[in-house]
């Protein structure tokens, strides 16, 4: 089992940056692969970002690839999801999300947090 809690949101102008973070309890964070998504008003949940469970291996939407970047630090039980050049259509609600094996695009995670709100003007 594993609970997560994002924080870290917030309101940003376009061109700023925004660090998000996703604490977690749970014996099983270390091996857990993670993933941020996000979603916006009257849209589906995206893919934003993924993880493996050391942190050798991520993956990112074209969207936010070479802007965002994401990491994690076992040894707190924290994964991280740095963004930069933050435009007005990253304004949503972030999630993160957890699941055993491989990370993965879909939002096929066992765990997810509450998510917490970017909202970012023009």
């Known amino acids: 089992q594993v609970q997560l809690v994002e924080s870290g949101g917030g309101l940003v102008q376009a061109g700023g940056s925004l660090r998000l973070s996703c604490a977690a309890s749970?014996?099983?964070?270390?091996?857990?692969?993670m993933g941020w998504f996000r979603q916006a008003p009257g849209k589906e949940r995206d893919f934003v970002a993924a993880?493996?469970?050391?942190?050798?291996?991520?993956n990112y939407a074209d969207s936010v690839k070479g802007r965002f970047t994401i990491s994690r630090d076992n040894a707190k039980n924290t994964m991280y999801l740095q963004m930069n050049s933050l435009k007005p259509e990253d304004t949503a609600v972030y999630y993160c999300a957890a699941k055993p094996g491989y990370p993965s695009r879909r939002s096929d995670y066992d765990y997810w947090g509450q998510g917490t709100q970017v909202t970012v003007s023009s």
């Open positions: 993880i493996s469970w050391g942190g050798g291996t991520t």
């Open positions: 749970g014996r099983t964070f270390s091996s857990s692969a």
